[in-house]
């Protein structure tokens, strides 16, 4: 079945690191893919999407490209912030004779000072 | 600015008590979720809802109804608490979209931490 995959975490980072956090999926039809973002005590927000292959998402100094040959949409940040700090998740949207969202199991991401 | 408001942050029950969760959004979006959040499972869909008096279960709806009376509100009832039930949940809202519109995001409300003792 449909499904996504994210690194398991959390990551550790120093203050100013690049970040990378990998996400892959299986769907057997054409997905639009997001990364949500999740700060402490709140609900997820939107990141950024993309919604056909080679599209980059991209919001707030992150990336992710949309890769449908290796069908991954791994999360990017050249310089990460305390601020930055958050479960990240990456998620899947396809219609399979109704719409459904898949999420994977989110990445903690934990930035030092 | 877009709001998805859920009623509250923090709640504590017995086992066995009737629960209602409350989830308010003001973006008069047709499509309505229920998701629970829990460590090492990421989201998990319990119920959804496309249109006043409509619902369809999701993923894991057993313990869970749901009631979609008014457009702007989607309830979601644990009829009697159980300790497996204790978790983060999550209520989302997002408009409706054609067959080839799948883009459209979600809007997520602030989550409630549900503990059942």
């Known amino acids: 079945g449909d499904s996504v995959t994210q690194m398991e975490g959390p990551v550790t980072l120093s203050e100013e690191a690049f970040l990378t956090i990998n996400c892959t999926y299986t769907?057997?039809?054409?997905?639009?893919l997001f990364w949500y973002v999740q700060y402490p005590g709140e609900g997820l927000q939107l990141l950024l999407k993309?919604?056909?292959?080679?599209d980059k998402g991209s919001n707030k100094g992150f990336e992710a490209t949309y890769r449908k040959e290796t069908t991954s949409f791994h999360l990017e940040k050249g310089s990460v912030q305390v601020s930055d700090s958050a479960v990240y998740f990456c998620a899947l949207r396809m219609y399979t004779g109704g719409f459904k969202t898949i999420f994977g199991a989110g990445t903690r991401l934990f930035v030092k000072a | 600015d877009v709001k998805v408001t859920q009623s509250s942050r923090y709640l504590v029950k017995r086992t066995g008590e009737k629960v209602f969760l409350e989830c308010v959004q003001d973006m008069d979006h047709e499509n309505m979720f229920w998701y629970r959040q829990d460590p090492g499972l990421g989201l998990r869909l319990i119920y959804f809802?496309?249109?006043?008096?409509?619902?369809e279960k999701g993923d894991i709806p057993e313990g869970y109804s749901v009631s979609r009376e008014k457009k702007e509100r989607f309830s979601l009832i644990l009829e009697s608490a159980s300790t497996n039930q204790t978790s983060m949940y999550l209520c989302?809202?997002?408009?409706?979209?054609?067959?080839?519109?799948?883009?459209?995001?979600?809007?997520f409300g602030q989550g409630t931490r549900l503990t059942v003792v």
């Open positions: 809802s496309y249109d006043v008096k409509m619902k």
């Open positions: 993309a919604t056909k292959a080679d």
């Open positions: 989302a809202s997002s408009p409706p979209q054609g067959r080839r519109h799948s883009h459209t995001e979600a809007f």
């Open positions: 769907a057997t039809g054409y997905p639009s």
